[in-house]
């Protein structure tokens, strides 16, 4: 059955905070923002790094996921309710850690496409083992190559193999010149623990 935006519109009464992923904005959720009735706010801010917070000065002191995290907390900690998260890609393991540091203040995660080793790091099944080392060869290309090169293959793993083919030459710069924030990504994704989502009150699926 295929639902519209139109017909999927309803109203949100609590703060939503959409975080996206590697080489990504926080404008990629405007259709999300238009599909419903968010009266809470709806908060889809460029993280550290990339889009408008490109310089953000304190991540420019801190490149570390705890950089990333300052200013996401800051937005739960203003506001007078527990959130909803939901995010894409690399965006998923800052909405669990967010989650770890603010349990009380998340009223429920939904994540799109999740890029959290530190969860597949602990899975048995092949399937999410090979998927694990996919990630970290993708990140070594990403980390080791020149921008272009890194980056036309991260794409091209993502979205599909003629992905970067289809890109004008702008897009194609400015997607190179991200290579090292995403290889950032990469390395701040597989900085994290294996255990430290051990202690979610809920089964988190693969």
């Not at 992923?21 to 923002?33: C, F, H, K, P, T």
């Not at 801010?45 to 996921?65: E, V």
């Not at 995660?109 to 694990?132: F, H, K, M, N």
Request: hydrophobic share 40%.
């Amino acid at each position: 059955m295929l639902i519209t935006a139109a017909e999927a519109r309803y109203p949100i009464d609590e703060p939503v905070l959409a975080i996206h992923g590697s080489a990504g904005r926080g404008q990629q959720w405007q259709n999300l923002e238009q599909s419903c009735e968010f009266r809470g706010g709806f908060h889809a801010p460029d993280l550290a790094g990339y889009g408008q917070a490109a310089r953000d000065a304190g991540y420019l002191k801190n490149r570390s996921l705890a950089g990333r995290l300052k200013p996401l907390l800051r937005w739960i900690d203003q506001r007078g309710e527990a959130v909803h998260l939901v995010a894409h890609s690399f965006g998923s393991t800052l909405a669990l850690e967010l989650t770890r540091l603010r349990p009380g203040r998340v009223r429920s995660v939904t994540l799109y496409e999740p890029v959290i080793p530190a969860i597949l790091r602990r899975q048995v099944a092949e399937g999410d083992r090979q998927l694990l080392a996919e990630l970290e060869s993708l990140a070594q290309i990403v980390g080791g190559t020149r921008g272009e090169v890194g980056m036309e293959t991260f794409m091209n793993y993502w979205c599909n193999c003629e992905a970067w083919s289809k890109f004008s030459t702008s897009t194609r710069g400015s997607l190179a010149g991200q290579a090292g924030t995403v290889y950032e990504d990469f390395c701040q994704a597989m900085a994290v623990a294996g255990d430290v989502f051990d202690a979610f009150p809920a089964a988190i699926p693969v």
